[in-house]
């Protein structure tokens, strides 16, 4: 299994980014997807949650109406648009399912 996160970078508060998670080694249809944040002062938070299908089912109250999670069951790509980022959304970003995890990608906001 691997997980693969691109995407992370520097951005002004109020800027936009999308996060991909290439997924690999299993069958990625079959498994619901979750996109986490750490950070050292709050550990490792859920963000958002995506089933099998696509379906979003879950964000964190933190992120609701700012952040969308879809995937492309073709590509096997997980995806997380962020959108009016604020400095408090800085950490490193995970994708994960199960006891699985990617190895991160650094969102860094600020001006």
């Known amino acids: 299994v691997q997980l693969v996160e691109s995407g992370g970078g520097l951005v002004q508060p109020g800027g936009s980014l999308r996060l991909s998670c290439a997924a690999s080694?299993?069958?990625?249809?079959?498994?619901?997807m979750n996109w986490f944040r750490q950070t050292p002062e709050k550990g490792r938070k859920l963000l958002a949650t995506?089933?099998?299908?696509?379906?979003?089912?879950y964000y964190a109250d933190s992120v609701q109406g700012r952040f969308a999670i879809s995937r492309d069951n073709d590509k096997n790509l997980v995806y997380l648009q962020m959108n009016n980022l604020k400095p408090d959304d800085t950490g490193v970003y995970y994708c994960?399912?199960?006891?699985?995890w990617g190895q991160g990608t650094q969102v860094t906001v600020s001006s």
């Open positions: 080694g299993f069958t990625f249809t079959d498994y619901g």
């Open positions: 995506i089933t099998h299908v696509g379906n979003p089912v």
């Open positions: 994960n399912f199960n006891s699985y």
